[in-house]
């Protein structure tokens, strides 16, 4: 199985501040990956698919990048509703794993 | 409008078997892959496999293999997640998902608790 292993698992910001979250796989994955947002008893929502592409209806502040083994999501100006759990998955092959989680945080 | 809808919420004793649901609606259910998720309690995401409800081609997680069996009807649109003898490391909470190589829908999950 591929590895994920995402970077910090918890996270204190702002509103209004610029973070970044980082993914790493256990071995390269092209640009097969993806990021979701998870909200308390609620299902996770994919936010940004293919390491780049921005999901339908996402806010463009979301933004992610990388390829190989290292990627990064971004979220250029953070907003009152984005304080969740993020997880990234790789889907480039079986099974298609997922980090375990960064829990974004209001300072 | 896309639409996963699971069956509700179980409660089962070590040992029972259950089958639970994920009935696709808004879409050509046999054109996308179905895909089951685990969360357990405070947890998260774990990917326990996917089925081609077209042609029932069914890939497992080796931690799931041989723990869970996947199936879809495509003649209702709807996938199942089976155990056949629950343990109560199983409480969870289980969500399906539509597609493969990433997700754009989900269900709304289906808790369930395994306790004697």
């Known amino acids: 199985d591929i590895q994920m292993t995402q970077s910090p698992s918890s996270l204190s910001a702002s509103v209004g501040d610029r973070v970044s979250i980082t993914c790493r796989a256990s071995?390269?994955?092209?640009?097969?990956l993806n990021w979701y947002q998870q909200k308390p008893g609620k299902a996770p929502k994919l936010l940004i698919y293919?390491?780049?592409s921005l999901q339908s209806g996402v806010p463009s502040r979301f933004s992610g990048s990388g390829s190989g083994t290292d990627f990064t999501l971004t979220i250029s100006s953070l907003q009152p509703e984005d304080f969740a759990t993020y997880y990234c998955?790789?889907?480039?092959?079986?099974?298609?794993?997922f980090g375990q989680g960064t829990k974004l945080e209001i300072k | 409008e896309v639409q996963l809808v699971q069956s509700g919420a179980e409660v089962k004793k070590p040992g029972d078997s259950l089958k639970i649901s994920c009935k696709g609606s808004?879409?050509?259910?046999?054109?996308?892959?179905v895909g089951w998720v685990r969360q357990m309690p405070g947890k998260g995401l774990e990917w326990m496999g996917i089925i081609s409800p077209g042609d029932s081609d069914t890939r497992y997680s080796p931690s799931f293999q041989g723990q869970v069996t996947i199936s879809a009807d495509k003649s209702i649109s709807t996938a199942y997640l089976q155990w056949s003898s629950l343990k109560a490391s199983d409480s969870a909470i289980y969500y399906c998902?539509?597609?493969?190589?990433?997700?754009?829908?989900w269900g709304q999950g289906t808790l369930v608790t395994v306790s004697s």
């Open positions: 071995q390269s994955i092209s640009s097969s």
């Open positions: 998902a539509r597609g493969s190589t990433w997700v754009d829908y």
């Open positions: 293919l390491t780049s």
């Open positions: 808004g879409y050509t259910f046999t054109t996308y892959w």
């Open positions: 998955q790789q889907s480039y092959s079986t099974p298609y794993t």
